[in-house]
């Protein structure tokens, strides 16, 4: 059967009713993925894991052998073996801040994170650098509120005006950022500060996801199996590239 009526894909997309409604209603939160960092120059999840890799060859802990076995698995999975691999061999973690610093030529030609703060919308995201958090000091100085450890993810930060959660820490604290799968674990046991944290903001905000790709569907799915569901959970949503 031919189809005869053509679907239009636009260049930039209508905004739903719901999300305008949302945000003038104060219950919008943005969640933000590595595909915006991206824009800018910094590592996918996957180019993150193989730089990891990289640095044990460099170092001499890992041979080409190992290395073309390694390098295919997933980047959660890789991420975990190369931290124990360090941990193991008593060696120092590479300088993970300077992964993040973005390229400079890019920087100066995106508007992409101001953009995003514009929405005046609480942000979550699971980006360790620091472009949403210049983006809200330089708009908002010291009323900026940037948050990275997991005992300051709480409900009641939500209601301040232009926040950043960094849900698996920052650049700002390379030791404590969640890397690995038993990072994961630890952190979003339940009754814990980030759970409580996500399930609050699943069961009563409408979500908007940007950034987000095939290779972070892991960590979504990760976090969505941490918040509990309900049955008032509202609808969320997704930005996508095409």
Request: net charge negative; aromatic share 12%.
């Amino acid at each position: 059967m031919r189809l005869s009526k053509e679907i239009e894909i636009v260049e930039i997309p209508e905004m739903p009713n719901e999300i305008l409604d949302r945000v003038s209603n104060g219950k919008l939160v943005l969640f933000i993925g590595a595909g915006v960092s991206r824009i800018v120059g910094c590592p996918s999840w996957k180019e993150l894991s193989i730089r990891f890799l990289d640095d044990l060859v460099d170092k001499k802990k890992i041979n080409f052998y190992e290395y073309e076995k390694l390098k295919v698995l997933d980047a959660r999975k890789l991420i975990s073996i190369c931290i124990i691999s360090y941990e193991r061999n008593n060696i120092m973690l590479p300088d993970i801040a300077n992964w993040f610093r973005g390229d400079v030529e890019k920087l100066k030609n995106s508007s992409i994170f101001h953009d995003l703060i514009s929405f005046k919308a609480p942000i979550l995201t699971t980006n360790y650098d620091e472009f949403l958090d210049n983006a809200m000091l330089k708009s908002f100085k010291n009323e900026a509120n940037i948050i990275f450890k997991k005992e300051e993810m709480l409900i009641s930060k939500l209601f301040q005006e232009n926040t950043v959660f960094h849900l698996h820490g920052s650049v700002k604290d390379s030791k404590n950022m969640i890397l690995t799968t038993k990072d994961y674990l630890l952190h979003y046991k339940r009754d814990l500060e980030p759970a409580e944290l996500l399930e609050e903001i699943f069961r009563k905000y409408t979500l908007l996801f940007v950034g987000y790709g095939l290779e972070e569907f892991e960590i979504m799915e990760f976090l969505l199996t941490r918040a509990k569901s309900s049955a008032n959970e509202l609808r969320h949503y997704m930005l996508y590239p095409f």
